[in-house]
């Protein structure tokens, strides 16, 4: 099967909200540790209104990723923490694509909804190009060939 999600969703999804958090952790312990009774109110006001941030931050654009999508030629499978969905490409109603945001994502809209929702996002694969504004080969792809398996399934 080939994988159409990136490999960098853990980094995404795992590692940059602990770096997130524990640099804000530490500017508060170091900024605790020198005792700067003038700065109190900035100290605990700024990094409030970063970890606010970048909480809703990740919970709105990276948490509800999926894990991992792999592509099994009709169908999709789609795994997501404990969870796995075999999404056939004729269930797929919409397939959008963003490319103007980081990470980048893919939404499939379902017909028919499953154990995930009727929503399905992940970060997909890139290949290298120069041009940043270039379509993702992998938003084509599957636009095409979920509107074929909803053709041939409507015969």
């Known amino acids: 099967m080939n994988a159409l999600s990136s490999r960098a969703t853990f980094v995404h999804k795992r590692l940059l909200p602990i770096f997130w958090f524990g640099f ?6 170091m900024g605790v540790a020198q005792n700067d009774e003038r700065q109190a109110f900035g100290l605990f006001v700024g990094p409030a209104v970063m970890a606010v941030f970048g909480f809703l931050f ?6 509800p990723l999926a894990d991992e999508v792999l592509d099994g030629g009709d169908y999709l499978i789609v795994r997501k923490g404990g969870l796995e969905q075999r999404v056939p490409l004729a269930n797929i109603m919409n397939v959008s694509g963003s490319m103007y945001i980081n990470p980048p994502r893919v939404t499939l809209r379902l017909v028919e909804a499953g154990p995930l929702g009727d929503e399905v996002a992940f970060m997909p694969r890139r290949s290298f190009n120069l041009n940043p504004f270039a379509r993702n080969k992998v938003v084509d792809d599957l636009m095409v060939r979920a509107y074929e398996a909803r053709t041939r399934s409507a015969r």
């Open 24 to 29: 804000i952790v530490v500017f508060v312990v």
């Open 58 to 63: 990740f919970r709105r654009l990276v948490w």
